[in-house]
C-alpha cells in the first residue's frame, strides 16, 4: 500500500457548526489519492470499519482493502489471499456491524452451487479461515451481497443466475431469519414490487426498516443499475423511492450507510477524474430512523469477563427487542433505535451476584450517535449499594408501578442467594415539601403538630380559672418514604425472602435542585 505523509482530516465523526449538515463529505486522505481509483465502499454500522476496491493492487489490479479507526482512520491494507483472490465477486464484500466479521461472495470451493456467500472473522491483524453460510441460506444458483441487521439475526442478499467476478445479471432480493437454534431459515423472497427482474445489491438499514438496493428494471431509471429505497411499515414493504439525489445515468450501486443514518457513502468522480469515496446527506424523507450505539465491557470487579445475558426492553411496547450475551472477553455492542424509551438490564448466570439496569430516552429531537456503559457485576458484600432507581410509584402515591417488577424480582434473587446478608431497603426524597394548606396535588400526607396551652375560663362561681388543653395544627407533605419502602419489602416477601433478611429506612430532605423532585431507592448489603 502507498506510504503517504501530510495532514490527514478525520470524517463520519459528527460535525458542528456550518459543517454539520454539509451535503457532500470527502473521505480523508489516508484513504483517498488522487492518483488511485477507490469503489464500493463498505462501512460498518459503527463507523469505525471500512472495505473498498481500489487499483492499488499488485500491477495496478482491482483490490479489496481494509481500514479502521479509534480517532484517525490507520492506513489502508490489503486484504488476505484466502478472502481477497480471483474468484470472488469483487464489489460484494460486506461487515458485521462491529466491523469484526467479513462476508464476501466466492466460487472457490467448497460450494453448494456456483457463487456462495462466505464469512471471516478479524483476529488480530489477519482474517480466519473462511467459512461456507451453506445450506439454506446458499443454494445452486449464485448467492451474494449479504447484509446484515445490527443484532446479526436477519440477513438480505441477492440470488441471481448469473455471476462473475465483475457482474451479475437476473436477480432477486432475499431474507432469511436466525432461529434460535442458530440455523436459519428458509429465505423467502421480497415482494415482487422490489423484485421486478434484476434487482440486486440489497443493504439493510441499522433501524431494520429502511432497505435499499439497485436496480435496472424499474420504470424511474435514469440509466443502467440506480438505488432504490424502501421502508417496512406494519409489515409491508413500501413501493420503492427512486434515490434521485445521488442516482445518475451510470451505475448506482453498491454504497452504505453508517447506523446514525444521516449519510450515505459512495465512490464518485474526483477533481483529477479518478474515482473517490464520498458521503452525501440522504434528504429526510429517504433516511432510516437513527440509531444510538451501546457499548461497553460486562466484568467482576477485577476486570474479568463475567458470563451473563444482555436484555434490551421497548418501554413503550413493553416488547423485548434484543437479547444476547457479551463476547468471549466480555464487550458488547448493540443498537438503540430513535423514538422510544429502553430499558437494558445485565444479568449474570449465577444467582447470587448482583445485576444491573440502565434506562435510555429516545424520543428527543436529538439521538446521540454512541454511549458507553461499563458494567460491574459481584456477589455483594457487607456496604454494597445496588441501586433500585428503575423502581418506581405512580403520581403522589405509594402504589408501585407494575414497570418496577422486573427489578425486585432480580433483587428477590439475589437476596435469596446470599443468606449471609441481610438487605435494607433505602427510600430517599429529594424535594420534600410541606405547607398549611394542600396546595400541591402532591401534599398527599398530614402531619399534625399538637402544642399544650391553658386558656382562661370561668368556673361555675364566674371565676377566672386556668385550664389546660390542646392546639392542633394540620401541616401537608410529600413525605411517603416509609409507606413506600414498606410496601417494597413486602414485595420482596411475597417473593420468597425471608422477612428477616430484608428492612426498610425512609428519608426526605429539601430538594437539592430548585424546583426538583426525586425519589432515590437503593438496597444496602449489610453482614448479619
Known amino acids: 500500500m502507498r506510504k503517504l505523509i501530510g495532514v490527514f482530516?478525520?470524517?463520519?465523526?459528527?460535525?458542528?457548526?456550518?459543517?454539520?449538515?454539509?451535503k457532500t463529505r470527502r473521505l480523508p486522505g489516508i484513504i483517498n489519492h488522487p492518483s488511485l481509483n477507490l469503489y464500493a465502499p463498505y462501512v460498518s454500522f459503527d463507523g469505525n470499519a471500512l472495505l473498498f476496491v481500489s487499483d492499488d493492487g499488485e500491477d495496478h489490479t482491482l483490490t479489496v482493502f481494509y481500514t479502521s479507526r479509534e480517532s484517525d482512520w490507520s492506513e489502508p491494507v490489503v486484504l488476505p489471499k484466502n478472502v481477497n483472490h480471483r474468484l470472488v465477486y469483487l464489489k460484494g464484500f460486506s461487515l458485521s456491524a462491529d466491523g469484526q466479521r467479513l462476508y464476501f461472495t466466492s466460487m472457490k470451493t467448497p460450494t453448494v452451487g456456483g457463487y456462495d456467500i462466505m464469512t471471516s472473522e478479524r483476529r488480530g491483524a489477519t482474517w480466519s479461515e473462511p467459512e461456507n453460510l451453506m445450506l439454506p441460506i446458499n443454494s445452486k444458483s449464485n448467492e451474494g451481497c449479504a447484509s446484515f441487521t445490527p443484532d446479526g439475526n436477519t440477513i438480505y442478499f441477492m440470488r441471481?443466475?448469473?455471476?462473475?467476478?465483475n457482474k451479475a445479471d437476473a436477480c432477486k432480493l432475499f431474507f432469511s431469519r436466525k432461529k434460535p437454534n442458530g440455523q436459519w431459515d428458509e429465505p423467502k423472497e421480497l415482494p415482487p414490487h422490489?423484485?421486478?427482474?434484476?434487482?440486486?445489491?440489497?443493504?439493510?438499514?441499522?433501524?431494520?426498516?429502511?432497505?435499499?438496493?439497485?436496480?435496472?428494471?424499474?420504470?424511474?431509471?435514469?440509466?443502467?443499475?440506480?438505488?432504490?429505497?424502501s421502508k417496512l411499515v406494519n409489515g409491508t414493504w413500501s413501493e420503492p423511492t427512486a434515490m434521485e439525489f445521488i442516482n445518475t445515468a451510470q451505475d448506482d450501486q453498491f454504497v452504505s450507510v453508517a447506523a446514525l443514518g444521516r449519510y450515505l457513502l459512495r465512490d464518485s468522480p474526483g477533481a483529477r477524474k479518478t474515482s473517490e469515496l464520498v458521503e452525501y446527506l440522504i434528504p429526510n424523507e429517504?433516511?432510516?430512523?437513527?440509531?444510538?450505539?451501546?457499548?461497553?465491557?460486562v466484568t467482576d470487579p477485577n476486570n474479568a469477563p463475567v458470563a451473563s445475558y444482555i436484555t434490551v426492553t421497548d418501554l413503550t411496547t413493553n416488547r423485548r427487542t434484543y437479547s444476547g450475551r457479551p463476547s468471549k472477553d466480555g464487550t458488547y455492542l448493540l443498537y438503540l433505535m430513535e423514538g422510544t424509551r429502553y430499558e437494558i438490564s445485565f444479568d449474570p448466570e449465577q444467582s447470587n451476584t448482583s445485576f444491573f439496569t440502565q434506562q435510555f430516552d429516545l424520543t428527543t429531537d436529538k439521538t446521540p450517535q454512541k454511549e458507553r456503559v461499563n458494567v460491574v457485576l459481584s456477589q455483594p458484600k457487607g456496604g454494597d449499594v445496588l441501586s433500585l432507581n428503575l423502581v418506581q410509584f405512580k403520581p403522589n402515591s405509594a402504589i408501585m408501578e407494575l414497570s418496577s417488577e422486573g427489578e425486585l424480582k432480580?433483587?428477590?434473587?439475589?437476596?435469596?442467594?446470599?443468606?449471609?446478608?441481610?438487605?435494607e431497603i433505602d427510600v430517599t426524597l429529594d424535594g420534600y415539601v410541606q405547607d398549611s394548606t394542600m396546595s400541591d396535588p402532591d401534599l398527599t400526607e398530614i402531619l399534625l403538630d399538637t402544642t399544650a396551652i391553658q386558656l382562661n375560663v370561668l368556673?361555675?362561681?364566674?371565676?377566672?380559672?386556668?385550664q389546660d388543653t390542646f392546639q392542633v395544627k394540620q401541616q401537608f407533605h410529600n413525605d411517603r418514604t416509609r409507606a413506600q419502602g414498606q410496601v417494597i419489602t413486602e414485595y420482596l416477601t411475597r417473593q420468597g425472602v425471608d422477612p428477616n433478611s430484608v428492612s426498610f429506612v425512609g428519608n426526605a430532605m429539601p430538594a437539592s435542585t430548585e424546583n426538583v423532585r426525586r425519589l432515590l431507592i437503593k438496597a444496602v448489603a449489610r453482614s448479619r
Open 9 to 22: 482530516f478525520l470524517l463520519t465523526v459528527p460535525v458542528i457548526g456550518i459543517n454539520a449538515q454539509a
Open 160 to 165: 441471481c443466475e448469473k455471476m462473475d467476478q
Open 194 to 229: 422490489i423484485n421486478t427482474g434484476n434487482s440486486q445489491t440489497p443493504r439493510i438499514m441499522a433501524d431494520g426498516e429502511t432497505l435499499l438496493f439497485s436496480s435496472n428494471k424499474m420504470a424511474s431509471s435514469k440509466g443502467g443499475m440506480d438505488l432504490y429505497v
Open 286 to 297: 429517504l433516511r432510516s430512523k437513527g440509531m444510538m450505539k451501546v457499548e461497553g465491557k
Open 410 to 423: 432480580k433483587l428477590a434473587r439475589v437476596i435469596k442467594a446470599n443468606p449471609q446478608l441481610k438487605f
Open 459 to 466: 368556673d361555675s362561681l364566674g371565676n377566672t380559672v386556668k
